[in-house]
């Protein structure tokens, strides 16, 4: 198999300052690096994998040419240009008009056809399958569809997580008991979805909770939590452009429901000033996509009041840094700083 994905190190960091508790009172932290996938975020997991069998099916059993066709003005359609480049397949990206002129042109890099329609991914989408879909050559052409997170190949590529982190946490001399929770950003459910997945393959869903985090505008995922029905927003609000999304997958809420639902919610603001502190501590980039996971790792009290229980030095906490490229470091200063002078 070509390698689509990279695997990626789990690393102990700590987060000075985190809170007004001494170090050894605090539980270790350690993060889950997807920011060395191909495309620089984790969906080259589940979009390489997507890709790839499916091409590999049409490859076996068609004489048609499979060519890939993402909706996505964020990670989830750079990763399918990426992919596609490596596998030498044509590739068409539908992006909505609020994508930023730095992901086009990134896409657009690896020689995937941009077309830009709509003013969120819904509107890219619809157009994606009413139009370009419908205008292939299915005579010698057989579309590999690609959503940013609602299928079982994605969740299934993105439950290999699991499966990294359960040889690391053996590496690193680290029983599973010892985890006490599993912190991810929460956008359509596919990384959640894949998380799920792995933990019930090592019978561990009930026994690991994960924690759901999202940013204040497009908390869809917790809506549903405290609803306990499957919604969608009309529309969401939020810095976080790349995770926010308007609902999630119906595998993601009946995850959710099984195995005792905890979910945060955390202002943009907060998430930027998380982001910005990060690149200063550790000198990299994180766009808010990411941050929003990594905010708990700075602020134990929020992740313990999400886990009604207090964390000691023995307990180990992982965060999914799920990395992205929508973002640069200018970006998210002006942004904060825009956003601080309009709430004076």
């Known amino acids: ?23 050894d009172s ?45 909706s996505s003005g964020g990670n989830a359609g750079y990763a399918a240009a990426v992919v596609a480049q490596k596998l030498s397949l044509p590739c068409t990206v539908v992006v909505p008009a609020a994508t930023k002129q730095r992901m086009i042109e990134k896409i657009r890099s690896t020689g995937a056809k941009v077309t830009i329609h709509g003013t969120f991914w819904k509107g890219a989408d619809k157009y994606m399958k009413n139009s370009v879909l419908n205008e292939i050559n299915t005579e010698k052409v057989e579309p590999i569809y690609v959503h940013p997170s609602d299928d079982p190949l994605i969740w299934e590529g993105n439950s290999m997580i699991v499966d990294e982190l359960m040889e690391s946490l053996q590496e690193q001399k680290i029983d599973p008991s010892k985890v006490k929770a599993i912190v991810c950003s929460v956008g359509g459910g596919g990384l959640y979805n894949g998380l799920m997945q792995g933990l019930e393959r090592y019978k561990l869903a009930d026994k690991i ?34 995770l926010g999304s308007a609902s999630i997958t119906k595998k993601t809420f009946e995850y959710a429901m099984k195995y005792r639902p905890r979910g945060v919610i955390v202002k943009d603001i907060e ?30 009290d929020i992740l313990e009041k999400a886990l ?33 002078s309009e709430s004076q």
């Open 271 to 300: 998430v930027l000033e998380t982001c910005l502190r990060y690149t200063q501590d550790y000198n990299m980039i994180t766009e808010p996509a990411c941050g929003a996971a990594i905010h708990l790792a700075y602020h134990v």
């Open 209 to 242: 909770p994960i924690v759901g985090v999202e940013t204040d505008g497009s908390h869809v995922f917790n809506t549903c939590l405290k609803s306990g029905k499957h919604i969608e927003f009309e529309k969401i609000s939020t810095v976080a452009t790349s």
């Open 1 to 23: 198999m070509p390698i689509v994905y990279n695997k990626t190190p789990l690393v102990p960091q700590s987060f000075p300052g985190t809170e007004i508790r001494s170090s």
């Open 308 to 340: 009604d229980t207090r964390l000691d030095g023995d307990d180990v906490v992982i965060i999914i840094a799920c990395g992205g490229s929508s973002n640069s470091l200018h970006d998210m200063e002006e942004t904060l700083k825009k956003m601080k």
């Open 26 to 70: 605090l539980p270790q932290v350690l993060i889950k690096y997807e920011y060395l996938q191909p495309s620089g975020s984790f969906k080259s997991r589940g979009i390489g994998n997507l890709v790839y069998q499916k091409a590999l099916q049409i490859q076996k059993n068609s004489t048609k040419n499979p060519e890939v066709f993402s």
